[in-house]
């Protein structure tokens, strides 16, 4: 049996990952210190003998005693409500936690996966955004915090990969949606959800017109599993190529969720990407992969979700 460590494994990436990584016949230990996660996001895994969860914060010595296979690093803030409200914290997972997590790998002799993101190409120039775009960010910015950390986190597991020959891959992830999400951490499905669900009015910065792409947690980690099998330590990107504006995903909430809220418009923030949209050329070639789960058909199942969660707390 192979063992892996997923640091942020309460998060909602990283609970999905150690659960499909216990479905393909891991043995999974979960490190997290809950800042941003959740106990209830492995419930369900809890009390499988495979699965160990471990509370810390990465951005100290992280000590695992017995083999490791794979070091999956998805221990970060990842909404911007989170990095603003801690942004010292998030450099620190991206930078200490990006160094303990990889020296973890090196010291087990275990291969080494980054959850980067589709952040580090900042404000974008160029549609769609290709592995080879080094991006347009502004590193002293509010959300330089979390674009900064990510591009820093990138290069600290190409220079193990060149220094110590670290079999290592990176993943750049395009805004990703799902049942787990928070209600509250401010990225834009939970919000367009929660606000539809509750009859309030749905939040749109600007006006709506930037565009982003949606990826649906079962693609992802589909895609994820799959890059464990190819040896490319480039980064690749994972995303929907779908590229949609917020006023339409707003429609689109409203539409499903049989809403009566009306739209209000807010001051966009300080570098907003205008533009988003994964080039998925490199996936669909090393992995043979593309995201295939319909926009509509994720919103309801992240919709359902949310009449839950809202009707419990």
């Known amino acids: 049996m192979m063992n892996a460590v997923v640091t942020g494994g309460c998060g909602f990436l990283g609970s999905y990952l150690c659960r499909g990584l216990i479905e ?6 979960a490190v997290d210190n809950l800042i941003t996660g959740d ?3 492995i419930e369900e895994i809890g009390s499988n003998s495979n699965f160990e969860y471990i509370n810390h914060d990465v951005s100290k010595y992280i000590d695992i005693p017995g083999e490791v296979d794979w070091v999956f690093h998805f221990a970060s803030p990842a909404s911007p409500i989170d990095y603003l409200n801690f942004p010292i914290q998030t450099l620190k997972v991206g930078a200490l936690g990006t160094h303990n997590a990889i020296g973890l790998a090196k010291a087990k002799n275990a291969k080494f996966m980054l959850a980067s993101t589709s952040e580090v190409y900042g404000d974008p120039l160029l549609s769609p955004q290709p592995e080879d775009y080094w991006g347009n960010v502004n590193p002293i910015g509010p959300r330089g915090v979390y674009d900064e950390a990510k591009r820093f986190a990138e290069s600290m597991v190409m ?4 220094v110590h020959n670290i079999d290592t891959r990176i993943i750049r992830i395009f805004n990703t949606y799902g049942p787990r999400m928070r209600y509250d951490d401010g990225r834009v499905v939970p919000n367009f959800i929660t606000q539809a669900l509750k009859a309030e009015e749905i939040s749109i910065f600007g006006d709506g017109s930037q565009t982003r792409s949606f990826c649906y947690v079962d693609d992802l980690i589909r895609g994820i599993l799959s890059l464990m ?4 330590h480039g980064p690749v990107n994972l995303g929907n190529t779908r590229e949609l504006k917020i006023i339409e995903l707003a429609d689109i909430v409203l539409d499903i969720t049989n809403s009566k809220s009306k739209k209000s418009f807010l ?3 300080q570098d907003d ?3 988003r949209r994964p080039d998925t050329a490199k996936a669909e070639r090393l992995l043979n992969w593309r995201a295939e789960v319909s926009l509509e ?17």
């Open 24 to 29: 393909n016949g891991f043995k999974v230990i």
């Open 39 to 41: 106990l209830k996001n």
């Open 159 to 162: 220079a193990y990969r060149r």
């Open 229 to 232: 099998d190819v040896e490319e």
């Open 267 to 269: 001051p966009l923030p």
């Open 273 to 275: 990407p205008k533009l």
């Open 297 to 313: 058909e994720g919103l309801t199942k992240t919709i359902d979700y949310f009449k839950k969660r809202l009707s419990l707390d």
